[in-house]
């Protein structure tokens, strides 16, 4: 913890101790209850603020459960400009549903990407919208308990484990570490990508998972990037120089991966889920024409760049690009994984044809 954040230790204990009567409150059902729905529901969440990787796990979902199932995702819209329920379409923007879900709009267009606030309410309208739904992902949701989703995967970073974290504002848990006994799965995130059997031994022994609980280990890999409106490729080499154009909660790993990959880069920073305005652009090209060699590129990341694409004309042909993210199962892991999630969606089913006899 940052020093200064420990001298908002009292905030932190009162924010704890409405955390934790909220949740007892939903344990007993009294005045707070959760409610379940006859349909396959995951959630992916965490019990902390910021990036855990929860978009690239969704992806990573849909990459999984799109070929053989009909699935659509369902989060809130963080930071949008609109309010309610809304089922994203071919002529939304970012504004309208927020950063995530246009990026798994944009990714999967034929994958129905919807948001609301209130998943109560906007659980039933996606199963109207869409009346062939097999699976819904529920994306940021594991706070969200007036919603009792069938399968609970909680993400924690390696680099930052729930189990020694404290609430807000003096840590960065927004949920107490006993709730992660609520999960089914837990997935230890970027880890190094030669984490060893033995580190991975001693995880498991400090998180003391239940004996029905999974637990996995990925790292995060970036892919080549592409063109931000053209889709061209471009890898980054040892001799380039980037500027990095990003407004993300945690670009460390990032910013790691490019100074083993560039020859140097710069940094263009803003707060996460920033609106970039034409006066940002603007900024960003003369700090761009500032660095004076000749191989150099303007890099961004997946989440910033879908708020950035409605200034196409002017962006045509600007080297911006942008870098693609994903999780990698350590161990050779991801096969359980994957018969994890499956198995949960086809004994779900069966259950529910049993009990329509």
């Known amino acids: 913890m940052k020093s200064f954040r420990v001298l908002l230790l009292p905030f932190a204990i009162a924010y704890g101790i409405i955390i934790f009567i909220r949740n007892k409150l939903y344990d007993k059902s009294f005045l707070l209850h959760e409610t379940t729905f006859n349909f396959p529901l995951i959630c992916i969440g965490n019990v902390a603020v910021g990036g855990t990787g929860k978009s690239p796990m969704v992806e990573y979902l849909l990459n999984f459960l799109h070929p053989n199932y009909k699935v659509a995702t369902l989060s809130r819209g963080y930071k949008r400009k609109t309010k309610g329920y809304a089922l994203a379409n071919e002529n939304t923007t970012a504004l309208e549903i927020g950063d995530e879900p246009m990026q798994f709009h944009l990714k999967f267009p034929n994958v129905p990407v919807a948001v609301g606030e209130e998943r109560l309410v906007a659980i039933p309208q996606l199963l109207h919208d869409v009346p062939d739904l097999q699976v819904i992902i529920l994306d940021d949701a594991f706070q969200h308990r007036a919603v009792k989703a069938g399968l609970n995967i909680v993400l924690t970073d390696y680099n930052n484990l729930y189990i020694y974290d ?37 995880i498991l022994r400090n998180l003391h998972p239940l004996n029905s609980q999974l637990v996995y280990f990925t790292t995060i890999e970036y892919d080549t990037p592409y063109h931000i ?64 060699v000749p191989q150099k590129m303007i890099l961004t990341t997946e989440k910033d760049a879908v708020r950035l694409t409605k200034f196409k004309q002017e962006l045509v042909d600007l080297p911006l690009y942008v870098l693609p993210i994903k999780h990698r199962f350590l161990f050779d892991e991801a096969p359980l994984f994957e018969s994890a999630v499956e198995q949960y969606i086809v004994n779900f089913n069966k259950t529910h044809e049993q009990a329509k006899k």
């Open 229 to 292: 409106i053209t889709h061209e490729p471009k890898p980054i080499t040892e001799n380039d120089e980037v500027l990095l154009v990003c407004g993300i909660a945690n670009p460390k790993p990032l910013k790691d991966y490019l100074h083993q990959q560039a020859a140097t880069y710069y940094q263009k920073n803003y707060n996460d889920h920033h609106i970039f305005t034409i006066d940002d652009l603007k900024e960003i090209i003369e700090r761009f024409k500032a660095i004076d």
């Open 166 to 202: 404290f609430f807000l504002p003096t840590g960065d848990l927004r949920d107490e570490r006993r709730s992660v006994r609520r999960a089914d799965i837990i997935i230890v995130t970027k880890c190094p990508p030669d984490l060893t059997f033995d580190k991975k031994q001693k």
